[in-house]
């Protein structure tokens, strides 16, 4: 047994010391390489034509149906939906909208965020 070792032992010091005398050939620099970054989305797309469909008094599967289902539900409070969507571009800009429904006795009572109904739309609107 202690032959293995001794013979393992001699052979690690073997090589290190090869492996340290090893004189690397020269790399021409080629500068810093670009690192590609990537557009980042997440959460519901929010568009002006999903807003317009709202309207004051549908249940929550009509609104679910016409937005998706929501990002965050209060577990404790089913009365409020959040949408919310973010879109990074890293070193270029960084842009995040929000869109809150409030819900009475199940249907649509309200809702506020960064989206308006277009003027002919006649719905119940808070802004942020």
Known sequence: MTNYRTAIIIFLTATLTIGCSFKMPKIPKLGIPKVHKITVQQGNVITQEMVDKLKPGMSKSQVAYVMGEPIFQNVFDGSRWDYI??????????????????????????????????ENQETTIDED
């Open 85 to 118: 969507y973010t879109i990074t571009m890293p070193g270029m800009f960084e842009d995040e909208r929000r869109l809150s429904l409030y819900f009475k006795d199940g249907k649509l009572d309200r809702f506020l965020g960064n989206y308006l109904p277009s």
